[in-house]
């Protein structure tokens, strides 16, 4: 049978073909007169066994349209610029779409991928831990696999699918969402639209599995506003976890004025920050609207810290595959470059604490370049005094370095069957990126943390601010991180049963110290797979992108305000443009957030993504609004400033504009040490000490021999040449 298939499809083919090189072409004849493609993904990832697909062909020419030589034509519907039809029974791996109209062909290759991935993130993560039951979907299907996955309901589940659910919700009069009954409940809310109309505010949702990871599509039941939000969350979490929705999955304002709503617990950093995994997740959630919505006008990321990450992430390494538009909140240009200079933070919290040079806590910016103050109250000692390494950061260097520590206490880890499967993961950023940091000879990830020649507090120095005894002192003492696999659990407080006596809030038992203490070499191979893998932000991106944070440094928040500049002076050092990036600011002092901008955000994309659909040649930067420029706010939502000026002085020479002066910048460790504002040095270029000290490099300082004799026992290698 398959044979007679195999020679009934390559009868019509050559019969096809023969009839286009016998007759003679009508008049309208051209490549533009039939064209084929994929609208719900690129056609090599295609997932599901099923893809939108388009056909243009000239009007009144008959059509057919085959999938592996079988007629679908009955599946294509006309649309505004084509015929459109939901392709389904794909075979995983290759497929051909191929539309004839008399006298042309044009086929298509179209390669299927299972809906549990992977499409290009690499080998699935074992053990993964099933949420399914506790999202509302049920328990997860039995696959009767090899007992690498979560035992539920009597049987294994390695890649926790769950039959798709849709539901109808309605948004309360009290601000609450409930199911929709039969009738109209008395307490329904309206909610006005973008165009103005007024409609009960219900809604449709459909939640499944894709890629392993539990998502969300919803949108008003009458009230679509043919525009998609996606909703990214932040968070921070290594993995090896299915992860919930969050509340974003149904975000208010966003429905309420007519967005459809998308949405996946893989696309949470609180779940994992594995961001080619998070991508390739996020393509497939696109997909799947695509597919059952057809393509909306456009797509606007909006989400803050890790959401934030991902948009930047997403729209270099998939261009508008994902988003066409940007909302960065309280944004990184990523979370791998950060691990930079956050590893410093408690290095040098312990020779802080330690030392009463550094009891004023105002003072401890002069080497982490983050804020302290003596007055915000310290969550560790509860007293008043701390810095934004305590109070922004603590713990974050044990989660992503140790791989015998992780903060993921949900008990259900317990009742992995078979027992003690959790410790057989090494719970560490790095391996859970292996396959892009690679394994070293004693089986752990490669790891990129590198201090080698980073001079704490350099510009301290130079400015006058530590004198070059404290200097030689701090980096004598700073020490570095060990490897992996001599690193131990941890202390109170990151383990709670080891409090109060084993208090040991630094790490300092998975530090290298002595006099000198020895530096951390980052390995190469890790370094070179990083900065090759996409992980990495490098500017790269030519979408709307309005980059709007409350400030927050008053609060010694992590989310530190020179980020935004940080990645604009990536894509400054991409191609010499930013254009397409505003950095909004919303003061938030004295008591924290208050007003919320996003809304004016989504009004002013809007209106951006019009002018682009009227003059697409204008492109990006041509089509902006006159809204779309730099701006900072009050606290209540009221520009002080806006225009092309009110950051000068931040990425310039320029007199500080109205803005800069407004809300004061800080940095990091990094920058303190003489590097760049964009961050994002791995390793450093090293320049022997008598170089650096005949370039200048410290100030007005001039080494005694003594003094020399220290820096090069230090830094025997050279110090940072940035």
Sequence with gaps: MRGTVVLMKAVVVLTVLASLLAAPAPAYASGADLALDVLSSAA??????????????????????????????SVFEQTGDGLTGLVTGLRDGDNTITAVAWPHLRSLRVRNHPVQGPVFSGPHQYPFLCKTERSGLGPPVVDNQDGQGMRVSGGWSRDCFAPVVEDRLYRSTDGTYKPMPDGRPADLATTTLLDGRTVDFVVRRERGVVNRFIYSIAMLENG????????????????????????????????????????????????????????????????????????????????ASGGAIQQYVYAQNHGTRVIDAAIPQYSYPDMVTQTIHVGDCELLERYMDRNPRWARWDDRTALIGMNASDTVANPYTGRPGSDECVNGWRGLTPLSMNPLWTSNDDPEWQR??????????????????????????????????????????????????????????????????????????????????????????????????????????????????????????????????IDWRHYLEDRLDMHNAHQSFASRKRMLDHDGQAGNQVIW????????????????????????????RRHPRRGVVGNKP????????????????????????????????????????????????????????????????????ARGLYGSWRPTADQRARLKQIFPTGVCDY
């Design 44 to 73: 090599d990832q295609v997932t599901g066994g099923d893809a939108l697909i388009r056909v243009r062909h000239a009007r009144g020419a008959k059509l057919k349209v085959l999938r592996n030589g079988e007629d679908v034509t």
């Design 224 to 303: 679509w506003n043919g525009r998609a939000m996606y909703r990214f969350d932040g968070g921070v979490a290594i993995g090896h976890d299915q992860g919930t929705l969050g509340g974003s999955a149904l975000d208010p304002y966003g429905l309420g004025k007519g967005y459809a709503i998308l949405h996946s617990s893989g696309t949470r950093t609180s779940t994992h920050y594995n961001l080619i995994l998070g991508g390739e997740t996020a393509l497939m959630v696109k997909e799947r609207f695509i597919e059952r919505h057809g393509p909306p006008l456009y797509t606007v990321g909006v989400g």
């Design 416 to 545: 992995m069957d078979p027992p003690g499967v959790k410790d057989t993961v090494h719970w560490t950023h790095w391996d859970d990126l292996k396959h892009v940091y690679g394994v070293d000879a004693t089986g752990y990830a490669r790891s990129t943390w590198d201090n080698v020649g980073v001079q704490y507090g350099l510009k301290a120095l130079v400015d006058g601010v530590v004198t070059p005894e404290e200097f030689l002192d701090v980096n004598a003492a700073a020490g570095s991180w060990k490897e992996s696999a001599d690193m131990v659990q941890e202390g109170c407080p990151f383990v709670r049963s080891a409090c109060p006596a084993d208090l040991d809030p630094w790490s300092a038992r998975n530090m290298s110290l002595g006099d000198p203490a020895p530096r951390r070499a980052g390995d190469p191979v890790a370094i070179r797979n990083v900065e090759r893998s996409g992980l990495v932000f490098r500017g790269d991106i030519d979408l709307p992108v």
């Design 585 to 612: 600011f919303t003061d938030a002092r004295p008591d924290g957030p208050a007003f919320d901008q996003t809304p004016e955000a989504l009004r002013v994309i809007d209106e951006w993504m019009a002018n682009i």
């Design 626 to 693: 006159a809204q779309a420029v730099d701006r900072c706010f009050a606290t209540d939502g009221t520009q002080i400033a806006a225009g092309p000026n009110v950051w000068d002085g931040v990425l310039d020479r320029r007199s500080p504009g109205a803005c800069t002066r407004r809300f004061p910048l800080y940095s990091t460790t990094r920058i303190v040490a003489g590097g760049p504002i964009e961050g994002g040095v791995y390793k450093c270029r090293l320049q022997p000490v008598d170089r650096a000290i």
